[in-house]
């Protein structure tokens, strides 16, 4: 049973800007806690012409989400005007279930006001990700057919727009959503399961969704904000090369990144920088040649944006090699992911690295701020 001053500890955190929720608000009758199941269909898309194959019958899911509104009106609730967190359970049918089998996500989210109104309701924009685990991938032998998932546990991406509409405590919503399913090139093949779904929603809250005014609302506890800094960060991964006359084997990526973050405002910020790689999967990535270490490094320039929530951020941006002797995947790159503030200076991320789409490798990095 749940202490009483473990309770009242679980309503103060909810204050606060944490990575990982601490999920004893669902226990929690003053919070703004909400309950939600969510009924969904689409279908697969083939965004790869020998991926033609996989698309049969429709998609299926589901979704049971737990969810809580951030009122503390610190300066990050106010900026978003109220946004949500929380975290949903996703099961997911792909329509093959010979081949695709069926997918299994924890999804981690935050969802952010679009329009508020207590009349009309809300349309929110959701962003979210997660892990999940798939029944059926790639084998050479008992599954061939399966040319684009080749590893169990997988990263699972969502996007959603939604519209709900409260009636006292219930609510009932619909909306259009994108969900990614893949490894990053952990471990081959890896195409990813891209899947449009259209959903309808209902649920229960403790409480009504409050409505943010600035009028009403003030800021009563600002988060500090650092000025324009440089930004290291040391990248670690492993990727899996492309079988040849090379057998697939898991092969070790290193990379340093100097970056200088320009501060714009309190949701943006813009980036450049400088880009030092060794895959050594890339030494494997023609058979027959042999490459040295100094020709299989890889050094570009990056620019792109960050958006400020909490103590998070989403990342994105694109990049040119200025060397690449190998040129495995072409001179562009590009990349998504999500850094964390663990202190003013120290910060963790993971991101996806791409070239054009295709997942290079997963980057895993802990980096430092001058």
Partial sequence: ????????????????PIPV?????????????????????GFLIAHRPY??????DRNTAFELEFSQQDNSRNFTSSDYRFPSRGFSLHYQDYGYKDVLGSSYSVLQFTKFNLVQHKKIGFIDFRIGSGIGYITRKYNAQTNPK?????SYWNAFINFQLGYEKYFRNFLVGAGLEISHFSNAAITTPNLGLNTPMCYFKIGYALKTRDIFSADTNPVIAIL???????????????????????PSEYLPVIALQTTY???????????????????????????????SFGETIQAGIYFGAAANFYKSQIFFGIGGYV????????????????????TPHLSALAAIKANIGIADYLEIGIGYRL
């Fill in 146 to 150: 399966n040319n684009t998932i080749g």
């Fill in 51 to 56: 991926m033609s194959h996989l698309v049969k």
């Fill in 323 to 342: 060397y690449n002797k190998i040129n495995p995947a072409g001179w562009i790159y590009n990349r998504i992911g999500y850094r964390y503030a663990i």
């Fill in 261 to 291: 973050r320009k501060y714009l405002n309190f949701k943006w910020d813009l980036e450049a920088g400088i880009d030092l790689i060794y895959n050594q999967a890339n030494r494997v990535k023609y058979d027959g040649v042999v490459y």
């Fill in 1 to 16: 049973m749940l202490h009483l001053a473990e309770f009242y500890r679980c309503e103060v955190n909810l204050l606060f």
């Fill in 21 to 41: 929720y601490n999920y004893c608000w669902l226990f929690t009758a003053k919070s703004t806690v909400g309950h939600f199941f969510l009924p969904k269909t």
């Fill in 224 to 246: 500090p904000r650092y000025s324009n800094k440089f930004q290291f960060h040391l990248i670690g991964s492993v990727k899996q090369n492309l079988p040849g006359n090379n």
